[in-house]
């Protein structure tokens, strides 16, 4: 299931860094008097009454300014409310509600989006009260007063943010169809690749980075089945961004990640495995998606050898060592070279991240790893492991009652991975072991 995204809006130099830092927990975004300090979108991962969201930090928007720095912020932040789930519009209670506030507040009606008001850098509500009820003239329903530097009303108004998250009834009838991200820097093939599997040019496909620039969806039946595949635009490595808008891509990217089942991370053979690709793929690693990484342009590669493969093979597993699980074919979106196998990749990698292992088998397969190996110890108290149980999937996960929590180390964790890998493959997606202590909750 895929977290809710929530994004803050509103004029420059209203707090919205400010109030981003306190509702994540961390100093992220640079906070500074000059307007137009936040000029990249700035996202991370938070938590409140229980509801996990992405929450994303946005450029101040001047509906009207002629300014290029302030103008591509403006369109930045438009991307940051069609990707939201909800809008939190940030004012301030000091300039009072502003032209330029109308204007915001216009922009969010049309986008149809639920949105939360916060009037910032109310200090004292019962003296600033009357400042507070002007910013019912925006039409935005009722306004929340917030401190983002006291950090005082953020309860009230995140109570109100997370009752407009969207519901997930239907959400095990929507996980029968796998949902695939196709993901990679500008110009792999990305859109080549989702045009090939559709049959139809689609996507503009073209030799200019950066074409792409939506995440579309696409319903592709092969062999009486039902995929999703989400074509994104391409991430890049901000010094050689050039246009702005390529930028504004990566929430894009980061959202089809977060509601994918199964990233596909799109290598360039005739370029060979960067940094930046491993960038994209502990994002989905992260996430714990499913992997598949694609080799594409394999029949562009010059005086190929019966090693070449294998060399390529082994120098992307180097530089992508934290995902040994990571399925990988060499395929060409152009000819559709391989692009039958890929399909069957996903299938297996797909299963892989649903199967249950009864708690006895479970059992069965720890007893006989604890023949094997002994478990840790430290200062002469050895981990005890009681039993094992899975408790969910996607990816598999499962939770390891011991003794000692301090005793486990990441070599014996591996070890028991290694195991049940053995018996029961889990190709492409990764395994969470987690400890607990008898008695420990959660």
Known sequence: MSRPIVAIVGRPNVGKSTLFNGLVGERISIVQDTPGVTRDRIYAQTDWAGKAFTLIDTGGIEPESKDLILSEMRDQAQIAIETADVIIFVTDVRQGATDADDKVASMLRKSGKPCVLAVNKVDSFAKQ?????????????????????????????????????????????EDDIPKIAVVGKPNVGKSSLVNKLLGQSRMIVSDIAGTTRDAVDSTVRYNRKEYTFIDTAGLRR????????????????????????????MIDATEGVSEQDAKIAGLAHEKGKGIIIAVNKWDAVEDKTDKT????????????????????????????????????????????????????????????????????????????????????????????????????????TRFLENRLREVFGFRGTDIVLLYRERGEKG
């Open 129 to 173: 009260q009357a400042d507070v009820y002007e910013f019912y003239n925006l039409g935005m329903g009722d306004p929340f007063p917030v401190s983002a530097t006291a950090k005082t009303g953020i309860g009230d108004l995140l109570d109100e943010v997370i009752s407009h998250f969207p519901e997930h009834e239907d959400a095990e009838d």
């Open 238 to 265: 901000r010094s050689k961004v050039k246009e702005e808008i390529e930028r504004f891509s990566v929430i894009r990217t980061l959202a089809a990640v977060e509601r994918c089942d199964i990233a596909v991370i």
């Open 309 to 412: 493969m294998k060399e390529m093979t082994e120098e992307i597993k180097a530089v992508l060592s934290f995902i040994p699980y990571a399925e990988m074919i060499f395929i060409s979106a152009q000819t559709g070279q391989r692009i039958d196998k890929l399909f069957k990749l996903i299938d297996i990698v797909s299963e892989s991240r649903t199967v249950r292992v009864p708690t006895g088998v479970c059992n069965e397969i720890l007893t006989r790893a604890l023949t094997v190996q002994q478990t840790p110890q430290d200062k002469g108290k050895k981990l005890r492991i009681y039993y094992m149980t899975q408790v969910s999937v996607k990816p598999p996960t499962f939770v390891l009652f011991v003794n000692d929590k301090q005793l486990t180390h990441f070599s014996y």
